[in-house]
């Protein structure tokens, strides 16, 4: 009887997770409206701050567009507020945050930033 009982558990637990909704996955792009960006040496700043976060596979920044985009390691994120302080403790004003389908290669050329 023991084993029938662990055969119903197993059951039960695959069907459980056969029925528990997926985590939704992570935007392969972060982008940051952001003012205050004036020059080579604030898109640098901004590069090395966003590069701090463990989760940051790389950083494109333009300043011509005043936009900010990162992407993540996989299965990685960081929160809009993470992002929303590092900037302004920077001294920009982040306003506003979009999570995009888009690859960072995909923006860059969009932007016409080189790598």
Do not use: H, W
Request: hydrophobic residues 50%; contains cysteine; aromatic residues 2%.
């Amino acid at each position: 009887m023991k084993s029938a009982r662990n055969i119903l558990l197993s059951l039960l637990a695959a069907v459980a997770g056969a029925v528990t909704p997926a985590l939704p996955a992570a935007a392969a792009t972060i982008e940051m409206d952001v003012n205050g960006l004036v020059c080579a040496f604030c898109a640098q700043g901004i590069e090395k701050k966003l590069r701090a976060f463990p989760a940051t596979a790389d950083v494109v920044v333009s300043l011509e567009k005043r936009l900010v985009a990162l992407s993540t390691i996989d299965g990685a994120d960081i929160g809009d507020e993470e992002l929303r302080k590092a900037l302004t403790d920077a001294g920009y004003t982040v306003k506003a945050i979009r999570r995009e389908s888009e690859s960072l290669d995909d923006v860059r050329r969009r932007l016409g930033v080189q790598r």
